[in-house]
Protein backbone atom coordinates (compact mmCIF):
# COMPACT_ATOMS: atom_id res chain seq x y z
CA UNK A 1 0.00 0.00 0.00
CA UNK A 2 0.51 3.61 -0.33
CA UNK A 3 3.45 4.91 2.22
CA UNK A 4 3.80 8.36 3.75
CA UNK A 5 6.39 8.94 6.66
CA UNK A 6 6.80 11.86 8.77
CA UNK A 7 10.00 13.51 10.15
CA UNK A 8 10.91 14.22 13.00
CA UNK A 9 8.61 11.78 15.38
CA UNK A 10 9.41 14.00 18.09
CA UNK A 11 10.14 17.27 18.67
CA UNK A 12 10.85 19.65 21.84
CA UNK A 13 11.45 22.92 21.54
CA UNK A 14 11.55 25.66 23.34
CA UNK A 15 8.74 28.62 23.16
CA UNK A 16 9.83 31.00 20.45
CA UNK A 17 11.68 28.83 18.04
CA UNK A 18 10.53 27.65 14.89
CA UNK A 19 9.74 24.23 14.24
CA UNK A 20 9.83 22.41 10.45
CA UNK A 21 8.01 18.95 9.96
CA UNK A 22 8.25 17.17 6.80
CA UNK A 23 5.94 14.62 5.17
CA UNK A 24 6.81 12.40 2.14
CA UNK A 25 5.04 10.45 0.36
CA UNK A 26 7.35 7.16 -0.35
CA UNK A 27 5.91 5.10 -3.59
CA UNK A 28 3.50 7.78 -5.07
CA UNK A 29 3.66 11.10 -6.06
CA UNK A 30 0.63 12.82 -4.53
CA UNK A 31 -1.11 15.67 -5.86
CA UNK A 32 -2.62 17.23 -2.84
CA UNK A 33 -1.43 16.64 0.56
CA UNK A 34 -3.42 17.58 4.24
CA UNK A 35 -1.95 19.23 6.89
CA UNK A 36 -4.13 17.88 10.77
CA UNK A 37 -3.64 18.64 14.20
CA UNK A 38 -4.66 16.33 17.27
CA UNK A 39 -5.24 17.18 20.69
CA UNK A 40 -5.15 14.78 23.22
CA UNK A 41 -8.16 12.65 23.17
CA UNK A 42 -10.01 14.15 20.36
CA UNK A 43 -10.17 13.31 16.57
CA UNK A 44 -8.25 14.99 13.79
CA UNK A 45 -8.66 18.34 12.41
CA UNK A 46 -7.81 19.75 9.32
CA UNK A 47 -5.29 22.40 9.03
CA UNK A 48 -4.66 23.18 5.59
CA UNK A 49 -4.90 21.46 1.97
CA UNK A 50 -1.10 21.82 0.34
CA UNK A 51 -1.14 21.76 -3.39
CA UNK A 52 2.18 21.21 -5.30
CA UNK A 53 3.46 24.30 -6.52
CA UNK A 54 1.03 26.73 -4.89
CA UNK A 55 0.05 28.01 -2.05
CA UNK A 56 -1.69 25.87 0.32
CA UNK A 57 -5.15 26.58 1.72
CA UNK A 58 -6.22 26.71 5.42
CA UNK A 59 -9.01 26.05 7.29
CA UNK A 60 -10.75 28.69 9.42
CA UNK A 61 -8.80 29.90 12.22
CA UNK A 62 -5.42 28.62 10.98
CA UNK A 63 -2.94 31.62 10.84
CA UNK A 64 -1.28 31.02 7.72
CA UNK A 65 1.70 33.07 8.80
CA UNK A 66 2.08 30.92 12.18
CA UNK A 67 1.79 27.30 10.22
CA UNK A 68 3.98 27.94 7.33
CA UNK A 69 3.20 25.24 4.50
CA UNK A 70 5.77 24.33 1.64
CA UNK A 71 4.69 21.43 -0.97
CA UNK A 72 7.81 22.12 -3.71
CA UNK A 73 7.46 18.37 -5.11
CA UNK A 74 4.77 15.70 -5.61
CA UNK A 75 6.37 13.90 -2.67
CA UNK A 76 7.25 16.14 -0.43
CA UNK A 77 5.47 18.87 1.90
CA UNK A 78 6.47 20.58 4.95
CA UNK A 79 5.01 22.26 8.05
CA UNK A 80 6.87 25.01 9.99
CA UNK A 81 5.45 26.34 12.50
CA UNK A 82 6.84 29.36 13.68
CA UNK A 83 7.15 31.37 16.54
CA UNK A 84 5.96 28.15 18.78
CA UNK A 85 4.37 28.64 22.09
CA UNK A 86 2.74 25.60 24.31
CA UNK A 87 -0.42 25.83 23.37
CA UNK A 88 0.69 24.70 19.60
CA UNK A 89 1.54 21.59 21.27
CA UNK A 90 0.11 18.44 19.15
CA UNK A 91 0.27 15.74 17.56
CA UNK A 92 0.82 16.98 13.28
CA UNK A 93 -0.52 14.78 11.33
CA UNK A 94 -0.10 14.89 7.10
CA UNK A 95 -1.95 12.58 4.43
CA UNK A 96 -1.32 12.56 1.07
CA UNK A 97 -3.89 12.16 -1.92
CA UNK A 98 -2.56 9.68 -4.62
CA UNK A 99 -2.76 10.67 -8.04
CA UNK A 100 -4.29 7.97 -9.34
CA UNK A 101 -6.73 6.68 -6.87
CA UNK A 102 -10.03 7.06 -6.59
CA UNK A 103 -12.40 8.40 -4.43
CA UNK A 104 -11.35 10.40 -1.56
CA UNK A 105 -9.19 7.71 -0.07
CA UNK A 106 -5.91 9.53 1.86
CA UNK A 107 -2.61 7.88 3.12
CA UNK A 108 -1.53 9.08 6.87
CA UNK A 109 1.45 9.63 8.10
CA UNK A 110 2.82 8.51 11.54
CA UNK A 111 2.04 11.84 12.57
CA UNK A 112 4.89 14.12 15.00
CA UNK A 113 4.44 15.41 18.29
CA UNK A 114 5.36 18.55 18.93
CA UNK A 115 6.08 20.34 22.99
CA UNK A 116 6.77 23.41 23.25
CA UNK A 117 8.31 24.30 26.57
CA UNK B 1 -19.83 22.27 6.21
CA UNK B 2 -20.10 18.39 6.29
CA UNK B 3 -20.52 16.83 9.74
CA UNK B 4 -19.94 13.54 10.92
CA UNK B 5 -21.16 12.46 14.10
CA UNK B 6 -19.93 8.68 15.84
CA UNK B 7 -20.91 6.68 18.19
CA UNK B 8 -21.04 5.53 21.25
CA UNK B 9 -17.93 8.19 21.79
CA UNK B 10 -16.26 5.18 24.20
CA UNK B 11 -17.08 1.45 24.57
CA UNK B 12 -15.08 -0.55 27.14
CA UNK B 13 -16.20 -4.77 26.33
CA UNK B 14 -14.74 -8.00 27.10
CA UNK B 15 -13.01 -9.71 24.57
CA UNK B 16 -15.40 -12.28 22.50
CA UNK B 17 -17.94 -9.90 22.52
CA UNK B 18 -19.71 -7.70 19.27
CA UNK B 19 -20.11 -3.91 19.01
CA UNK B 20 -21.33 -1.80 16.31
CA UNK B 21 -20.45 1.65 16.10
CA UNK B 22 -22.30 4.29 14.13
CA UNK B 23 -21.29 7.26 12.19
CA UNK B 24 -24.06 9.83 10.86
CA UNK B 25 -24.93 12.46 8.95
CA UNK B 26 -27.24 14.76 7.54
CA UNK B 27 -24.81 15.50 4.14
CA UNK B 28 -24.78 13.15 1.59
CA UNK B 29 -21.55 11.26 1.07
CA UNK B 30 -19.44 10.43 -1.73
CA UNK B 31 -17.81 7.86 -0.23
CA UNK B 32 -16.71 7.00 3.56
CA UNK B 33 -13.97 5.94 4.92
CA UNK B 34 -13.22 4.18 8.50
CA UNK B 35 -9.83 4.19 9.78
CA UNK B 36 -8.44 2.73 13.09
CA UNK B 37 -5.81 4.84 15.14
CA UNK B 38 -3.40 3.46 18.08
CA UNK B 39 -2.11 6.00 20.69
CA UNK B 40 1.25 8.34 18.73
CA UNK B 41 0.34 6.73 15.42
CA UNK B 42 -1.52 8.24 12.47
CA UNK B 43 -4.61 6.68 11.36
CA UNK B 44 -4.53 3.69 9.14
CA UNK B 45 -7.10 3.26 6.20
CA UNK B 46 -9.38 -0.10 7.20
CA UNK B 47 -11.59 0.46 4.06
CA UNK B 48 -13.45 2.72 2.31
CA UNK B 49 -17.41 2.66 1.29
CA UNK B 50 -18.75 3.70 -2.11
CA UNK B 51 -21.94 2.91 -2.94
CA UNK B 52 -24.94 3.21 -1.07
CA UNK B 53 -25.69 0.13 0.87
CA UNK B 54 -22.87 -1.31 0.08
CA UNK B 55 -21.24 -4.06 2.61
CA UNK B 56 -17.79 -4.52 3.20
CA UNK B 57 -16.34 -7.40 5.20
CA UNK B 58 -12.63 -7.18 6.59
CA UNK B 59 -11.90 -10.77 8.64
CA UNK B 60 -14.05 -9.87 11.98
CA UNK B 61 -14.82 -5.85 10.93
CA UNK B 62 -18.04 -5.64 8.66
CA UNK B 63 -18.85 -2.08 7.29
CA UNK B 64 -22.24 -0.87 5.45
CA UNK B 65 -22.84 1.92 3.78
CA UNK B 66 -26.20 3.49 4.30
CA UNK B 67 -28.81 3.12 1.20
CA UNK B 68 -28.85 7.22 1.18
CA UNK B 69 -24.64 7.82 1.49
CA UNK B 70 -25.47 10.15 4.62
CA UNK B 71 -24.63 7.20 7.06
CA UNK B 72 -22.32 4.13 7.58
CA UNK B 73 -21.78 1.49 10.73
CA UNK B 74 -18.87 -0.95 11.58
CA UNK B 75 -19.44 -3.71 13.35
CA UNK B 76 -16.86 -6.00 14.53
CA UNK B 77 -17.69 -9.80 15.59
CA UNK B 78 -15.61 -11.44 18.58
CA UNK B 79 -13.52 -8.74 19.84
CA UNK B 80 -9.88 -9.20 20.92
CA UNK B 81 -7.55 -6.94 22.75
CA UNK B 82 -6.03 -6.17 19.06
CA UNK B 83 -9.04 -4.25 17.93
CA UNK B 84 -8.57 -1.67 20.43
CA UNK B 85 -8.20 1.64 19.30
CA UNK B 86 -9.58 4.87 18.22
CA UNK B 87 -11.90 4.20 15.14
CA UNK B 88 -12.99 6.58 12.83
CA UNK B 89 -15.24 7.28 9.97
CA UNK B 90 -13.80 10.23 7.74
CA UNK B 91 -15.57 11.39 4.43
CA UNK B 92 -15.29 14.41 2.04
CA UNK B 93 -15.23 15.42 -1.38
CA UNK B 94 -10.97 17.04 -1.33
CA UNK B 95 -10.10 17.33 2.60
CA UNK B 96 -11.38 14.60 4.88
CA UNK B 97 -13.61 15.76 7.76
CA UNK B 98 -13.54 13.52 10.66
CA UNK B 99 -16.19 11.86 12.56
CA UNK B 100 -15.42 12.48 16.45
CA UNK B 101 -14.10 9.30 17.16
CA UNK B 102 -15.03 5.61 19.10
CA UNK B 103 -12.48 5.02 21.64
CA UNK B 104 -12.77 1.08 21.83
CA UNK B 105 -11.10 -1.00 24.83
CA UNK B 106 -11.32 -4.73 25.05
CA UNK B 107 -10.46 -6.25 27.85
CA UNK B 108 -8.76 -9.64 28.12
Redesign the interface.
Known amino acids: GAV?S?HPSRVICKSGTSVKIECRSLDFQAT?M?WYRQFP??????MA?SNEGSKATYEQGVEKDKFLINHASLTLSTLTVTSAHPEDSS?Y?C?AKARLVA?????????T?LTVL | TQLLEQSPQFLSIQEGENLTVYCNSSSVF??L?W?RQEP??????LV?V?TGGEVKKLKRLTFQFGDARKDSSLHITAAQTGDTGLY?CA???????????T?LQVQP
Do not use: C, N
Open positions: VQTFKQSLMLTFISHDTQYFGPGR | SSQYGEGPVLTVLGGRRALTFGSGR
